[in-house]
C-alpha cells in the first residue's frame, strides 16, 4: 500500500470546515514561482503546473530507473498546494488575479535530497522534453497556523478567512502575514472534475498570539 500524505497526516490536510489552530513543521517542496492570472488558458501558472508534476512524477517512479534515492518508499504524490500574495494586500484580493504573486509547490518526501531532486529534474526534462529549470527545491517552515477546509468555490474563499479573522481574534491570536509567512492553499479536488461548488480546498494562514 503506498503511503499517502493525506491519509497519514490527517491534520494538516483534512481540517474541519470549521477554524483550528496547528502547527506546521518544516517541509521540503517542489517550487515553481511566478506571477499572473491562475486562470489564464496559456499562462505561467498552467505552465508551472506542467512542470512541478514532470518533476514529481519523476521522483515517484524512481525506483523503477538505475537512480536509487536512499530510504524511498512508494508513495501516492501530494496534492497541489499555492502560496499566494499581493503587493500591499494581506491575505488575498480575488478581484485583482492578475496582480497574483504565487509559489506552486507540491510536498517532497522527507528522503527525498536535493541530490535526488536535481536527477528528477534532469531526468524529466530529457524524457518529457520540458523546461524544468524554473522548478527548485524549497524548504518552507510555516510554524503556527490557523486552518480550515473551504467548500465551494475559489472566488468564495474570501468569505471563508472572514470566519478564520473572527475566530484568531475571538482566541487571542492576530494574523502574521509577512514575506516569508504567506496565505497557503492545498488543493483536494481536481478542478477538472469537480464543480465548483463542491471543490475542498485547505485555506491556512499563518498567525501570531496576540
Not at 21 to 37: E, F, H, L, Q, S
Not at 85 to 101: L, M, P, T
Request: glycine fraction near 6%.
Amino acid at each position: 500500500m503506498a503511503f499517502d500524505f493525506k491519509k497519514e497526516f490527517k491534520e494538516f490536510y483534512m481540517p474541519k470546515n470549521k477554524p483550528e489552530v496547528v502547527t506546521v513543521p518544516k517541509t521540503n517542496y517542489i517550487a515553481v514561482r511566478g506571477k499572473g492570472d491562475p486562470n489564464d488558458v496559456d499562462g505561467a501558472y498552467k505552465q508551472a503546473i506542467g512542470v512541478l508534476y514532470a518533476v514529481a512524477y519523476t521522483l515517484k517512479m524512481s525506483y523503477k530507473t538505475d537512480y536509487k534515492i536512499e530510504g524511498f518508499f512508494e508513495y501516492v504524490v501530494p496534492p497541489l498546494e499555492g502560496f499566494w500574495w499581493q503587493e500591499g494586500v494581506n491575505g488575498a484580493d480575488y478581484s485583482k488575479k492578475s496582480e497574483f504573486n504565487w509559489i506552486s509547490v507540491i510536498r517532497l518526501p522527507d528522503f527525498v535530497t536535493k541530490k535526488d531532486f536535481d536527477w528528477a529534474v534532469r531526468t524529466a526534462e530529457k524524457k518529457k522534453k520540458l523546461d524544468c529549470s524554473s522548478a527548485e527545491f524549497l524548504t518552507v517552515d510555516e510554524g503556527l497556523c490557523v486552518q480550515i477546509m473551504h467548500i465551494g468555490s475559489y472566488d468564495d474563499e474570501p468569505a471563508t478567512a472572514a470566519i478564520m479573522d473572527k475566530y484568531i481574534s475571538e482566541n487571542g491570536y492576530v494574523n502574521d502575514f509577512s514575506e516569508t509567512r504567506l496565505h497557503h492553499e492545498i488543493y483536494l479536488s481536481d478542478p477538472r472534475k469537480t464543480v465548483p461548488e463542491k471543490r475542498k480546498t485547505v485555506i491556512r494562514h499563518p498567525i501570531r498570539k496576540a
